[in-house]
């Protein structure tokens, strides 16, 4: 069963950091893009980043909100995901979902998503 | 960037009745959309991807079409565990984005 389980969601102040990581077995992780996806409270989902894999170079893609602030790494040999998030302001409060993507035709589409955790940003 | 619009934003409506939601995109992104179902408190759930096709495990009632700017999801015959909120998202180019969501509730 393919599973994902994301951890480290806190309560930090504005300004401060913060790094999520994803688990996951029950699939080859090193042959899948992994997508961080977010949802703040009462809100709609939106997507922040993701990372390729190896056969892309481990190329990595962000949403504009994020970039520069927010960095997403891999470890395939732990069959993990992480996002390290920097300079983090009010607006950055949500679920933090990590999903991983399956490949059809030329794009990769999210199949399975983690249940989420939560970062609050406030002081 | 390319914007998704979602129609209707929210839809009371019962079981058994056919629902169509619709997603239109701010430019052509041929066939590089997903839909999903997000249950309140619960992760999303993929539905359709690459517009048309289902996802593996989810019931013949809903089905997707549509390309370049224009999609539909359908759901022949609401069922109670269908009430939920639905997305879609392109995946023709980066940023990736998502719609505003379609919530679906009981008349």
């Known amino acids: 069963e393919v599973q994902l389980v994301e951890s480290g969601g806190n309560l930090v102040q504005p300004g401060g950091s913060l790094r999520l990581s994803c688990a996951t077995s029950?699939?080859?992780?090193?042959?899948?893009?992994m997508d961080w996806v977010r949802q703040a409270p009462r809100k709609g989902l939106e997507w922040v980043g993701r990372?390729?894999?190896?056969?892309?170079?481990?190329?990595?893609e962000y949403a504009a909100s994020v970039k520069g602030r927010f960095t997403i790494s891999r470890d395939d040999s732990k069959n993990s995901l992480y996002l390290q998030m920097n300079s983090l302001q009010t607006e950055d409060t949500a679920v933090y979902y990590c999903a991983k993507s399956v490949r059809w035709g030329d794009r990769s589409y999210m199949d399975v998503w983690g249940k989420g955790t939560t970062v609050t940003v406030s002081s | 960037d390319i914007q998704l619009t979602q129609s209707p934003s929210f839809l009371s409506t019962s079981v058994g009745d056919r629902v169509t939601i619709t997603c239109r995109a701010s430019?052509?992104?041929?066939?590089?959309l997903a839909w999903y179902q997000q249950e309140p408190e619960k992760a999303p759930k993929l539905l359709i991807y690459a517009a048309s096709t289902l996802q593996s495990g989810v019931p013949s009632r809903f089905s997707g079409s549509g390309s370049g700017t224009e999609f539909t999801l359908t759901i022949s015959s609401l069922q109670p565990e269908d009430f939920a909120t639905y997305y879609c998202q392109q995946l023709h180019s980066y940023p990736l984005t998502f719609g505003g969501g379609t919530k679906v509730e009981i008349k």
């Open positions: 029950g699939f080859t992780f090193s042959a899948h893009f």
């Open positions: 990372t390729k894999s190896k056969t892309y170079s481990y190329t990595t």
């Open positions: 430019q052509g992104i041929s066939s590089y």
